[in-house]
């Protein structure tokens, strides 16, 4: 929803607040769901420039899957001096022979900002008319 166009009123089904969270709704969780993303939702609702509720079905949603598939030794990375995660890369490497076959989503250690999920989930996604998602191919960061 943007407020300099009121009248509309269609919600995306994935979108991110300022803090970096991911903002779903009840239709996308489901589809998680029935796919077997493990992940914790808290409610939220989405308000109109009027102040209006415009939906309730709509969640933060944690994928709580958290894998160490990057490739430190590869990788060209930099890590924050005070916490555990990285900071920069210039080079990210991921090492697809840690992904289990079963795991459709998840986050990588190191940089839990970041969201992967599987080509072929990624396609079921797309298949199914999400509105908002922007997926990239990883292609470039498998070695």
Do not use: W
């Not at 916490?83 to 840690?98: F, G, H, K, T």
């Amino acid at each position: 929803m943007d407020p300099r166009y009121p009248h509309r009123r269609r919600l995306a089904d994935y979108c991110y607040s300022v803090n970096q969270f991911v903002v779903i709704s009840g239709r996308l969780r489901n589809f998680l769901d029935a796919h077997a993303v493990q992940a914790e939702y808290l409610p939220a609702r989405i308000y109109d420039g009027r102040g209006r509720l415009a939906s309730y079905d709509y969640m933060v949603a944690n994928v709580q899957t958290v894998l160490d598939v990057i490739d430190q030794e590869k990788s060209i990375i930099e890590f924050n001096p005070h916490a555990p995660r990285i900071q920069r890369a210039d080079r990210l490497v991921i090492d697809s022979d840690a992904i289990a076959v079963d795991i459709m989503a998840f986050r990588p250690r190191y940089l839990p900002e970041v969201l992967i999920v599987r080509e072929s989930f990624a396609n079921k996604l797309e298949s199914a008319r999400f509105t908002g998602l922007d997926l990239d191919t990883l292609t470039q960061f498998v070695e």
